[in-house]
């Protein structure tokens, strides 16, 4: 997860992931740690993985509030 202000200062948070199981030949896993961030100006989420041989999808899902 990536954070950034206005000053062009960013901070990274590397989510651990947790396998959750096979569903319809789809592998699932879930972060599911609290994290506190703050941003001034944009969040998002890179994804990465190993296997560049195999076709990948990243659903996201935040749940909070903003101030």
């Known amino acids: 997860m990536v954070t950034g202000f206005s000053t062009g200062q960013a901070g990274n948070f590397d989510l651990a992931l947790t396998p959750q199981g096979i569903v ?9 740690h609290a994290v506190r961030a703050y941003t001034g100006g944009f969040l998002w989420f890179v994804v990465q993985r190993d296997n560049a041989v ?6 996201v899902s935040v749940s909070g509030y903003g101030v």
């Not at 319809?24 to 599911?32: D, M, P, Q, R």
């Not at 195999?54 to 659903?59: E, S, W």
């Open 54 to 59: 195999t076709t990948g999808y990243a659903l």
């Open 24 to 32: 319809n030949g789809l592998s699932i896993y879930v972060a599911t």
